[in-house]
């Protein structure tokens, strides 16, 4: 078996269900051998305390955890807990975004960028913690231009991240082009492709209209040809993003950053079939 770089995105469960299927899930991928596991955090911080469970539950169980921690809605004070809490528990990297703003909230709280998040971390923290941030192949969906998202992103870079991982794309060649972009902007850290399975069509494009990640006219052409018939669906995605990912890794690419929905019966069939 090929030795890939491996890492998984879950989200807070809200149930114990929930708590117990993610528990099964952790426990299948961690087969893999992960470099960590990373837990999402709600709009506006409002799965801070379910974030926060499921990352020392990870940590305890001995493998690395990744919380993601945001911007939106989050003072000063309020970072600074969570920095000393992950500290105390030996929590060594973040996943740092600006955040989604969750409706009907007004305060954008003391951080409006992401750069200005990581400046802080940095600030309160020094070295302790390895920081990723995000990235975008298709340009973020409310940057004015190429040009501004390339110095957006070098902001964040600047500010002191350590690696990015990236918005999930379908074009390969956007990742690429992106790339080439950041080398021209003198940026030079790793940067991990992020990798989106096909579960299921009205999801995959509800979350992809909110993101700006495009679906190709072929793909989608495809999955919406199959319907209902979801097995034959998850068959052709499975196909789809183990093509994706091995001209990924052909091109040499530093890891692999799977977006799970706290599922691992696709991821499985992916992993293996570009590592047999």
Same mark, same amino acid.
């Given at each position: 078996?090929?030795?890939?770089?491996?890492?998984?995105?879950?989200?807070?469960? #809200?149930?114990?269900?929930?708590?117990?299927?993610?528990?099964?899930?952790?426990?299948?991928?961690?087969?893999?051998?992960?470099?960590?596991?990373?837990?999402?955090?709600?709009?506006?911080?409002?799965?801070?305390?379910?974030?926060?469970?499921? %990352? /020392?539950?990870?940590?305890?169980?001995?493998?690395?955890?990744?919380?993601?921690?945001?911007?939106?809605?989050?003072?000063?004070?309020?970072?600074?807990?969570? &920095?000393?809490?992950?500290?105390?528990?030996?929590?060594?990297?973040?996943?740092? &975004?600006?955040?989604?703003?969750?409706?009907?909230? %007004?305060?954008?709280?003391?951080?409006? +960028?992401?750069?200005?998040? %990581?400046?802080?971390?940095?600030?309160?923290?020094?070295?302790?913690?390895?920081?990723?941030?995000?990235?975008?192949?298709?340009?973020?969906?409310?940057?004015?231009?190429?040009?501004?998202?390339?110095?957006? /992103?070098?902001?964040?870079?600047?500010?002191?991240?350590?690696?990015?991982?990236?918005?999930?794309? +379908?074009?390969?060649?956007?990742?690429?082009?992106?790339?080439?972009?950041?080398? #021209?902007?003198?940026?030079?850290?790793?940067?991990?492709?992020?990798?989106?399975?096909?579960?299921?069509?009205?999801?995959?494009?509800?979350?992809?209209?909110?993101?700006?990640?495009?679906?190709?006219?072929?793909?989608?052409?495809?999955?919406?040809? +199959?319907?209902?018939?979801?097995?034959?669906?998850?068959?052709?995605?499975?196909?789809?993003?183990?093509?994706?990912?091995?001209?990924? &890794?052909?091109?040499?690419?530093?890891?692999?950053?799977?977006?799970?929905?706290?599922?691992?019966?696709?991821?499985?069939?992916?992993?293996?079939? %570009?590592?047999?």
């Amino acid at each position: 078996m090929k030795n890939i770089p491996l890492s998984f995105e879950f989200f807070p469960p #809200k149930t114990e269900e929930g708590i117990a299927n993610l528990r099964r899930t952790r426990k299948q991928l961690a087969t893999f051998q992960p470099e960590f596991f990373s837990v999402t955090f709600g709009a506006g911080g409002s799965t801070r305390d379910r974030t926060m469970d499921a %990352v /020392f539950e990870i940590q305890n169980e001995g493998y690395a955890a990744a919380p993601h921690i945001s911007c939106i809605s989050a003072t000063k004070d309020e970072v600074r807990e969570l &920095l000393k809490a992950y500290q105390a528990k030996e929590i060594k990297r973040l996943v740092t &975004l600006r955040g989604d703003l969750p409706s009907g909230v %007004v305060s954008v709280g003391d951080f409006k +960028y992401a750069n200005e998040l %990581v400046d802080f971390i940095r600030q309160e923290t020094g070295d302790w913690f390895h920081i990723e941030v995000a990235a975008y192949p298709e340009v973020h969906p409310e940057s004015t231009s190429v040009a501004s998202d390339i110095n957006n /992103f070098k902001k964040k870079v600047d500010a002191g991240a350590n690696s990015a991982i990236t918005q999930y794309f +379908y074009n390969i060649d956007a990742y690429f082009q992106f790339l080439e972009s950041c080398q #021209k902007a003198n940026i030079s850290l790793p940067i991990i492709p992020g990798v989106m399975p096909i579960y299921n069509y009205t999801q995959l494009a509800r979350f992809s209209g909110m993101c700006g990640a495009e679906i190709p006219r072929w793909l989608r052409l495809r999955l919406e040809a +199959y319907g209902d018939d979801m097995a034959s669906l998850r068959d052709f995605g499975v196909d789809v993003i183990s093509e994706l990912c091995e001209k990924l &890794l052909a091109a040499g690419v530093p890891s692999l950053h799977f977006y799970t929905l706290n599922q691992a019966g696709i991821v499985s069939k992916i992993i293996n079939n %570009v590592t047999d």
